[in-house]
């Protein structure tokens, strides 16, 4: 069966500091990835999309990137977090051959302060 | 691009009543039709799904309709329980790509 893993799952980061969020998935090959932000209590923005190795999509401008090195590992990244960059991060996976459901990880509740 | 709007933002349902949740999309290309439940700090969960070529789907409590000509499906919970509780997302997806395009989210609360 496919399992995501997204760690960690809480982060306490200051102004400035860098970013390395996680994700890796299990079970499948050559999914479909994706990175999510919710803010408190709002929808699910997507941040980033990748539908093979080294194929990064970019929905909302910011100081974010994001890097699929490998099938099925996507790593969410800043230089320097801004106040802004809190929120609940979630990784999600689907399968890229069809029309069907999107795996969440856990989620990643980060602070900036 | 597909647009998905999700109606009410915040629905208060006596226990045991029902509840419904309407979303409407824009491109009519779009043939599947997810629905999410979070509940507080945890991740989304498909709930119930339907595709394009049927209108109505059930599951126990939960059922999903579908009108392709109007562009808009809704969520039924029948029986509502205190575990209800939540927010349900629904979402929008085509052959085309697979990207689902989500709609704001709906707090449900379930008054005892």
């Known amino acids: 069966s496919q399992t995501i893993h997204q760690w960690p799952a809480t982060l306490v980061q200051p102004v400035g500091s860098p970013l390395s969020l996680e994700c890796t998935v299990e079970?499948?090959?050559?999914?479909?990835l994706y990175w999510y932000r919710q803010a408190a209590g709002r929808g699910l923005q997507l941040l980033f999309y990748?539908?093979?190795?080294?194929?990064i999509s970019s929905e909302v401008p910011q100081n974010l990137s994001a890097s699929r090195p490998q099938d099925r590992q996507f790593i969410l990244s800043s230089k320097k977090l801004l106040l802004s960059d809190s929120g609940f991060y979630l990784c999600?996976?689907?399968?890229?051959?069809?029309?069907?459901?999107?795996?969440f990880g856990q989620g990643t509740r980060l602070t900036v302060v | 691009g597909e647009n998905v709007e999700q109606h009410p933002s915040t629905l208060s349902v006596q226990e045991g009543d029902s509840a419904v949740i309407k979303c409407t999309y824009s491109?009519?290309?779009?043939?599947?039709f997810p629905w999410y439940k979070q509940e507080l700090g945890k991740r989304p969960q498909l709930i119930i799904d339907?595709?394009?070529n049927v209108g109505e789907k059930k599951d126990q409590r939960i059922a999903v309709t579908l009108n392709k000509t109007a562009k808009h499906f809704s969520l039924h919970i029948t029986e509502t329980q205190p575990e209800d509780s939540a927010v349900y997302f629904c979402?929008?997806?085509?052959?085309?790509?697979?990207?689902?395009?989500w709609g704001a989210g709906t707090k449900l609360i379930i008054k005892p």
């Open positions: 979402a929008a997806s085509k052959d085309s790509n697979y990207q689902l395009i």
């Open positions: 339907i595709r394009s």
């Open positions: 999600a996976w689907s399968a890229n051959t069809m029309n069907t459901e999107a795996f």
């Open positions: 079970g499948t090959s050559n999914p479909n």
């Open positions: 990748s539908v093979g190795i080294g194929q």
């Open positions: 491109d009519s290309a779009s043939n599947y």
